[in-house]
């Protein structure tokens, strides 16, 4: 079975501070996103990336940033966490194009607070 | 804007019955279409696709409906049953070899006993 992990499920930050979120995924997929899940907005894609050290933006990428070192592993950063990205944080991956050559696999989410 | 649009935050069906969950999308270029589910405190998982070239998609009780002319699609669950009370997500991507999908609002699905 595929495995996403994100690495924090509840995270309370104070607003300024940096807040790193890690997922990891064990299948070798080649993509990997990030979303953020607000009522009433859905799914939001935050960043993506197809390959180690690349790097796409989405359709909400102000306010974060994006690190793909390993193939297995892809971190969203908030350089100065603010009030409005408190949110569900969902990380997925997929094998190929999502939805087509493969199904995005998602985390279970990271609850984060910022007061 | 909202290019994958599911009008009804929330729908409540009696075990047994049908539940009919619907979604619209505006972008022309959309050619893939899925539906997941997600539990609180859980990832959305996978459920049912369907492609352009179909208007029809089944899998067990669920069957996904395609009406390309009208940009719309619907997701039928029969018969509804409990264990299926979620919050479902209609998603898009276009063909445009990006493999982004673009996600509704979300409908809650609430099927009672």
């Known amino acids: 079975d595929v495995k996403v992990t994100q690495s924090s499920r509840y995270l309370v930050k104070r607003t300024g501070e940096k807040v790193f979120l890690e997922c990891v995924q064990d299948m070798d997929h080649e993509n990997m996103f990030w979303y953020r899940q607000d009522p009433g907005l859905g799914l939001r894609l935050i960043y993506f990336?197809?390959?180690?050290?690349?790097?796409e933006k989405g359709d909400i990428p102000e306010g974060y940033s994006v690190s793909r070192e390993k193939k297995e592993r892809f971190s969203l950063i908030l350089e100065s966490a603010s009030t409005n990205q408190t949110s569900m944080y969902l990380c997925?991956?997929?094998?190929?194009?999502?939805?087509?050559?493969?199904?995005?696999?998602f985390g279970e989410g990271s609850r984060l607070t910022v007061l | 804007d909202q290019q994958v649009k599911q009008n009804s935050p929330s729908l409540s069906v009696q075990e047994g019955r049908i539940s009919i969950l619907n979604c619209d999308y505006t972008n022309s270029m959309f050619d893939y279409f899925l539906w997941y589910k997600k539990y609180p405190a859980e990832g959305p998982t996978f459920l049912i696709s369907?492609?352009?070239?179909?208007d029809k998609n089944e899998d067990g009780r669920f069957t996904v409906f395609l009406n390309k002319s009208a940009k719309h699609l619907s997701l039928h669950i029969v018969p509804s049953q409990p264990g299926d009370s979620a919050v479902y997500f209609c998603a898009a991507t276009p063909f445009d070899n990006t493999g982004k999908l673009i996600f509704g609002q979300g409908t809650t699905l609430q099927v009672k006993p």
């Open positions: 997925a991956s997929s094998y190929g194009l999502a939805g087509r050559a493969g199904e995005l696999f």
């Open positions: 990336s197809y390959d180690v050290k690349m790097k």
């Open positions: 369907i492609s352009s070239i179909k």
